[in-house]
């Protein structure tokens, strides 16, 4: 026999961006929970609204499922006497596992003989191990969490009621003084109270009761909504996932409705219209079937189309208030000068230590220039990265920026061309806020991309300096993100600049500075620390794995770009069976040199001709090495070390390295160390795990 | 209806749930939050149910009577209760429904939204409560009040008059609303913004703040010196106000203003500390009240 089983958590409005997470959660929880009481079920359906969590479980046995067991006692020699009798022990033993010494058998483990008994653990009632549930629904973690009255629990939300289902019967327990029953509420304004007769009719009483609780279901409510305003007014709208779901989480009964802007605001810049649409309101934006934004919005009601003008009156009532202030910013803004902004910026923090955001923008500039120096960038070029550097933050004292933060750079971007910057300046600035997120787009121009880095190595450098290292989720200014954005850049510009010199740049900016940092080697070791984990990091995602990372990462993160390529040969000579032979040869010199300390190599002294001919190719190598490594040229370089592996081969075959003649010994063994050395300047292929052998 | 009718709606409503109706408090300051009548009184054990029109200046926001919807002086209708009931919800809805808006007929809708004051060095978790698409109402439930953890937990109902009045009444300008027939907002207090926008931005005497908010401070130390926490509190409450205005008058520099907020916020933990030891060495005599009724 089975019987469903139903919990519902019904709470004040949960945060829409808890919800998803809550939800699967509940999933695995309740899974684990299941096997763990080893109940058999048929079934586990999940559902969520901002109001409720919920956990349907069909078909769930009425029984644990019996098992049998084995009990180990004591060991045999003491569960006998001499006489081969039971003793104490072993009959305590099977007293205490509820059998008799009838039940013993004995067997071995690990050379002793132990007693056993064996036990059948008869399942318990389903019904008697129900109320265990309260802790599921306790330990469910939520990004932030509150206290409300005077209970001591800590939750997303209050909790307001509790339902727990067994078939019929309700499942008794109690968290925060509310009692489990089989009580759920309906929509807030439009549903009624509802008993539950049982766990199935949950889904069906809930949606007679306006609250459609498939989270699945709602999202494509909304989609069909929009779906047929779109056929109806021959409009577009494009959805974005994320505020399909945030949207979807905010109501319990989507009803989709259009709504219309005063077609004068269209003259704004449209990001401003889309920002005020969609982050503040949570509306989707309406374009044309040419993509140009019409004056709609698509809005969603949480509850049915009754009153549905009074509501679209509202809404749009609301962002037009939204967009004349835009307006009015938007004007206002563009009778100043980019100096006025400029100005603002000495009253902005930018960081307690760190200075204001004009100490920050005066910092950048300086990178930024050194940046494009090194990258031997044409003077007019030159000019325009220190423009663009120079007025990279002015639109954060906008009003515009500082009602919508969302549009900073974006504003700064338009304001820029406003005031008759260079285009190109212009869209550097709207790109040295990119990328904006993890696998975001990154800076096309130049510009773009010089200040991004500079901005961002000014923000990781300063942080760490001031301590605030990110720890675990810890991680408030971003650093983890900008320093893979860094990474980024430079590799997909092919950069032929070291990050250690790029932090080395911004180091020795800090150090100029009257402000109170250490920049000591600890700072340094931070860093050091900091990046090489954001470049595993992004190897990984790359798909290289952690032994060709080690041995790429060995000295330096260097050329990022070249480091990357470094990583993609060696990944693949890692597993090609004509690359064994070199391997061999190059490991073995790197492994003997750990041995050795460096002297000049003296070749009259050498013994034999392999000795001779290593060295003459090891020259020659090192030349064309070094042509290679200066070209950035990871495959060049590594077969450039490949053809040091045949006269490696004869060295070893040909000569004792480990001579009794002291001098030739250390002679020997500084030519393999200056070998190894040129070897270690490409990687630590030591590090490696070759697969060719398998 | 017009503001006078929603405010005494309100206070109908909310005297009802036997909240104590109390008048503005008579210092000058940014938010219902920061009346005694909320943040000292939702510090401690003892019950406290509260309701009031709270006048909140917001020098910065000051627009010289121009800017349809910002005003350098707002009005607040501020509820607290504690503990929090577990109907609040549905309490607020109804106080709603007396205002004449009906759920059915609109999308009322709870958005996360979290509240931090670090001047006063408390926060809480709630949501701002948006009708039709707009934010009337911040509801919060503290979590913690002047540095201290808050136990039991008030819940703070704070609606903006003037956006209300504005959706109720469907007008756009905030100086159109009809705050009892035939007396606009305008009428009242276009001149007092205009003023206050000119005294703020151009004409105040920054040498004078400047001293105020030191001797402010002072004796707001002194006054705590002798264990008076309400004297003591007035003018941290004239600190933070005096700051405001300097602080709109751009005079204070970046890294002054952390300073300024930080000189604040010391005062407010002490006294929120003094407060709850006063209250406790009284016995906590509300709780007692409670007991006996």
């Known amino acids: 026999m089975t019987k469903g089983i139903l919990f519902e958590i019904g709470l004040e409005e949960l945060p829409a961006r808890f919800i998803y997470n809550a939800e699967k959660q509940l999933a695995t929880k309740t899974k684990n929970w299941l096997e763990k009481l080893r109940i058999s079920f048929e079934s586990i359906t999940t559902y969520s609204t901002p109001r409720r969590l919920a956990v349907l479980i069909k078909k769930a046995a009425e029984e644990q499922t019996t098992i049998e067991e084995e009990a180990k006692g004591p060991a045999e020699k003491i569960a006998k006497d001499e006489h081969g009798d039971w003793t104490k022990a072993a009959i305590g033993f099977t007293k205490g596992q509820g059998k008799t010494t009838d039940d013993i058998y004995t067997k071995e483990v690990k050379g002793t003989n132990y007693i056993f008994v064996k036990k059948h653990i008869i399942g318990k009632r389903t019904k008697d191990l129900l109320p265990s549930f309260q802790s599921i629904i306790e330990s469910i973690q939520f990004a932030n969490n509150m206290r409300w009255a005077e209970e001591t629990i800590r939750y997303a939300r209050p909790i307001r009621w509790l339902v727990a289902l067994y078939g019929e019967h309700v499942i008794p327990f109690e968290i925060a003084h509310v009692k489990t029953s089989n009580i759920t509420y309906g929509h807030r304004y439009l549903g009624k109270t509802i008993q539950l007769q049982s766990p199935d009719e949950y889904e069906t009483k809930l949606k007679d009761n306006f609250v459609i609780a498939n989270p699945q279901d709602r999202k494509q409510l909304i989609l069909d909504g929009i779906q047929s305003l779109e056929r109806k007014e021959s409009f577009q709208v494009p959805v974005e996932q994320d505020l399909l779901n945030e949207v979807c989480n905010l109501v319990e009964y989507p009803s989709v409705f259009q709504g219309s802007i005063d077609p004068d605001f269209l003259q704004l810049p449209s990001e401003v219209l889309v920002t005020s649409m969609k982050e503040h309101q949570r509306y989707f934006p309406v374009k044309s079937n040419e993509g140009k934004l019409l004056p709609y919005f698509i809005g969603v009601r949480n509850g049915d189309y009754h009153a549905i003008h009074t509501v679209i009156k509202g809404n749009e009532k609301v962002l037009k208030a939204r967009l004349s202030d835009a307006q009015f910013f938007y004007e206002e803004d563009r009778k100043q000068s980019i100096s006025f902004f400029q100005k603002k910026l000495e009253r902005v923090v930018f960081q307690d230590k760190l200075g204001t955001l004009k100490d920050k923008v005066d910092r950048i500039v300086e990178i930024s220039e050194q940046l494009g120096k090194l990258l031997n960038l044409d003077k007019n070029t030159l000019t325009k990265v220190k423009r663009a550097a120079e007025i990279c933050k002015f639109d954060l004292t906008t009003n515009m920026v500082n009602e919508f933060t969302e549009l900073q750079g974006i504003m700064g971007e338009t304001y820029a061309l406003h005031f008759n910057e260079d285009a190109e300046v212009a869209k550097g600035l709207r790109e040295h806020y990119l990328p904006d997120h993890a696998n975001g787009e990154l800076p096309v121009t130049i510009l773009g991309s010089i200040v991004s880095v500079a901005d961002k190595l000014d923000t990781i450098v300063g942080c760490i300096a001031a301590g605030l290292v990110p720890s675990g989720s810890q991680d408030p200014y971003g650093l983890r993100r900008q320093a893979v954005a860094i990474l980024r850049i430079m590799e997909s510009n092919s950069w032929n600049i070291s990050l250690e010199s790029l932090i080395n740049i911004t180091l020795n900016r800090y150090q100029a500075l009257p402000v109170d940092l250490k920049i000591n080697n600890d700072v340094k070791n931070e860093l050091n620390k900091f990046f090489r984990l954001r470049a595993t990091f992004l190897f990984k995602e790359m798909g290289i794995e952690q032994d060709v990372i080690q041995a790429v990462l060995h000295n330096e993160i260097g050329v990022f770009g070249y480091t990357v390529d470094k990583a993609s040969v060696l990944s693949e000579k890692r597993n090609d069976d004509s690359f064994k032979n070199v391997q061999e040869a190059l490991v073995r010199i790197l492994n003997l040199s750990k041995h050795s300390h460096r002297d000049e190599v003296n070749p009259a002294i050498f013994e034999t001709s392999s000795e001779q001919m290593l060295f003459d190719k090891y020259q020659e190598t090192h030349q064309a090495y070094k042509t290679a490594n200066k070209d950035r040229n990871a495959d060049e370089a590594l077969k450039q070390l490949g053809k040091l592996a045949e006269p490696i081969h004869h060295f070893f075959e040909h000569n004792m390295v480990m001579s009794d003649d002291e001098k030739i010994r250390n002679n020997r063994l500084s030519l393999v160390n200056h070998i190894a050395m040129l070897i270690n300047d490409f990687a630590d292929l030591s590090a490696v795990e070759w697969k060719q052998h398998f | ?293």
């Open chain 2, 1 to 293: 209806m017009n503001i006078q009718e929603m405010i005494l709606a309100l206070q109908k409503h909310w005297s009802d749930q036997n909240c104590l109706l109390m008048q503005a408090y008579d210092v000058e300051k940014g938010a219902g939050t920061m009346s005694p009548m909320t943040l000292l009184r939702s510090l401690g054990p003892e019950p406290w149910n509260v309701a009031y029109v709270e006048p909140s200046r917001r020098p910065a926001d000051g627009r010289y009577g121009k800017n349809p919807n910002r005003l350098y002086q707002h009005h607040q209708f501020q509820v607290i209760m504690k503990p929090s009931p577990a109907n609040i919800q549905e309490l607020y809805l109804e106080s709603l429904r007396k205002l004449g808006i009906n759920p059915l007929e609109h999308d009322i809708r709870f958005v996360e939204d979290n509240w931090e004051n670090p001047t006063l060095g408390a926060s809480g978790l709630g949501w701002e409560v948006w009708l039709d698409g707009m934010e009337i109402t911040q509801f919060t439930y503290f979590q913690q009040i002047g540095g201290l953890e808050a136990n039991p937990v008030s819940v703070e109902l704070t609606y903006g008059i003037e956006r209300l009045a504005s959706f109720i009444q469907d007008k756009e300008n905030v100086f159109e609303l009809e705050w009892t027939k035939g007396v606009t907002i305008g009428d009242i207090f276009y001149q007092p913004e205009y003023e206050h926008s000119v005294y703020t931005f151009e004409e105040s005497n920054t040498d004078m703040l400047f001293n105020l908010f030191s001797m402010y401070e002072q004796e707001a130390k002194a006054a705590m010196e002798k264990e008076l926490v309400f004297p003591s509190y007035d003018y941290v409450l004239k600190c933070s106000h005096t700051f405001n205005l300097l602080d709109a008058r751009g005079v204070i520099s970046v890294t002054e203003r952390t300073g300024y907020i930080a000189r604040v916020r010391t005062l407010a933990r002490n006294i929120a500390k003094a407060y709850v030891a006063q209250r406790e060495r009284l016995g906590f005599p509300m709780l007692k009240k409670e007991g006996e009724y």
